[in-house]
């Protein structure tokens, strides 16, 4: 049966503590405005008050947060620093795009209480201020007409509406730009236009630039108001209230005096605004650097191959980078897996053609033209990073599986040329005993340099004579009625007399509880990596597995599921 | 920027425009603010007509091939399609989704709503200036053919094999390549004497591309 804490249970406790966090923010700061000082401020709006605060508090906290999970250089550096740390809080910070979901969700969440609640208060202060008859509503929005400083009702005349106020109070006008830039950011970042149009979700999102400015000046205003401290002691509200007619007559009950709250979501985000800045300035000067494109390699299907050297570039496997190439696109960056291996002296990565971007970036490094290129033709590109991602961990696993479907394949292009210099370099840090590959896809027409890879991989260690080392099935899960006659007709032999390797290729999906099965079968007690790079629906199915192969015994097996994603 | 059907982003804006409107008029009639009758009513009716029959149903992509629609959209893509050029073209949209935005700005509740249904007409002139159109996504014809009805699964394993033969020749050929079976595995063609006809070379007894 499956121990389904060991992969999911930091994740779920940082989920459950930031929660609630949320939480006690909220209830705490519902409570504060419940105290003695707003006793007259809720005269006029009620509960609304509450509800309006209570939700600020934890905006302030969530917008705190939502700008550290995408800084990308300091995550990374937080993983190099973390080597010594256990595995699984490395894997949390692998999670940081979910998390920063998940924080948006709530800054949404909370946007639309605290809007809603202060539509009532905007209502309730016109009314106040709309009273004829001698009210205490009345009397209290009277109070401060003649200096303009201890005044309760933010509304100040009744010859106005709400709709006009809202649009001339700096809290206000900044609040509608806030929520504006956040709505724009929130449907532009919806799957669908994420996914296909790129540009317009990464270009849209600068709007939080808008977000954090008007979030910052929202409360300078300070229209959010309670009595002084001195005003509480002289005139007591539960005393007070009832004899507001004689407020100023009677020395018991002195004309109350208010004074706004400071602003302070400033404190709050503050810190992370720094962070982010320091994180855009190091992005850009590590775009600034010299970056030479040393060889260029057109592969079959649609695939670029691009060599690059650049001074100081330090890369482990499995991580990605950001390219630009100014002289396509001035403000497009792009990730792309690393392909090479930290071992050799340039970096590659292999781009495969399908937009508009990488279409004019073939074009520009001659793709078309079949003649050799001199050095100085090629672009000058912009490189940012290497980022760290999942695959980094493949080395610390005594026995791994590595699966990629489709293009998710590139990634593991790393990983085993990595093993394959190590392996030629006796490297005996070279910690995995044993290495599984899964190859799943609908043709290797696609990824032939991939296949070119695998086979000198497979010489290699023929020659060393430890061919079980890696472990590694191709699944073409594409076939029609031709291949199918194929597959009878000219079957292949179980054993390749030349390698000795079972060299199947099979056809359709691999039958995953078998594969885990004689997997943990092998290696009992063993902590075995998962790493995949694919669709969605496998991950799952994958996940799953890992989950209920792992012994609930410590000392058993135990599969740990890494999933990649772009 | 090439690809991009601003028609999709205009969608979703618009949806969402639409909920906020909603919401901003329930909260208007629930709390009894002034204004409520006019403005409230039409904001009720007009952003439901929005929400539900105009723009649920997600259009079809123009450029690439899959198009993801929303759940239970297809009873509304019929009723949508059936006013033909009105809501096929965005022009259309775009001038509808500025007339409802206006009784949004007379009460403090929608105006957050009128303001996003404005924006969201802004994106749609944009989307129809570029010459983009909406088409409905119907359901799929089931075209590719299964090789035989009893085939339901791709298989598994590989197909069983007949006894071995002795090698009629010495052993060259592909490590991939399997001598016997002449068929490289990496194009899935039997090659003809010596190299594949995807032209991989033979060198070496491997494959090489």
Redesign the interface.
Known sequence: MGNWVVNEGLSILVILVWLGINIFLFVYYYIVYLDERFYYTRVLVGDALSWARAPAACLNFNCMLILLPVCRNLLSFLRGSCQCCSRNITRQLDRNITFHKLVAYMIAFHT?IH??AH??N??RF?DAQLEQNETIAYVLSQIGNEDNSSYLNPIRTNET???FV?FTTIAGLSG?AS??AL??I???S?E??RR??F??FWFTHHLFVIFFIGLVIHGVGEIVRGQTASSVLENKPNICATQYKDWGKVPDCPIPQFTGNPPMTWKWVIGPMVLYVFERLVRFWRSKQKVVITKVVTH?SKTLELQMKKKGFKMEVGQYVNLQCPSVSQLEWHPFTLTSAPEEDHFSVHIRIV??WTQQLFEACGGEKKEFQEAWKLPKMAVDGPFGTASEDVFRYEVVMLVGAGIGVTPFASVLKSVWYRYFNNDTGLIPKKIYFYWLCR???AF??F??LL?SL??QMLERGNADFLSYR?Y??G???A??A???V?????N????GLK?????????WENEFKTIAGNHPGARIGVFLCGPEVLAKSLSKQSINHSDADPRGVHFIFNKENF | MGQIEWAMWANEQALAAGLILLTGGIVGVAGQFKDWQFAAYGIDGESLIDICLLEYPRGKRKNKGTSIDRMGQRYLTICVKAFGPLTRNYFVRAGLHAVLSIPGGFMLPTVLGCVCVAIASLIYLLAAIRGEQWEPIMPQVESKQRPGESMKEPPSNPPPRPPRRAPEETARGCCICQPHSHLCQLCLRAPPRGQCDQGFAQSNNCCRL
């Open positions: 639309a809007i809603i539509l009532f905007f209502e016109m509406n709400p709709t809202a509608v929520t504006l709505i724009l929130i449907t532009s919806m669908v236009i296909s149009y540009e317009v079959p937009g508009d043709e290797t027409n032939e340099w296949a070119d086979q497979e010489t191709i073409l899960t076939w029609d009625e291949q199918a194929h597959f009878t000219h079957h292949e032999e179980e390749d007399p030349i390698t060299q199947k290729t099979l056809y359709g999906r691999p039958n």
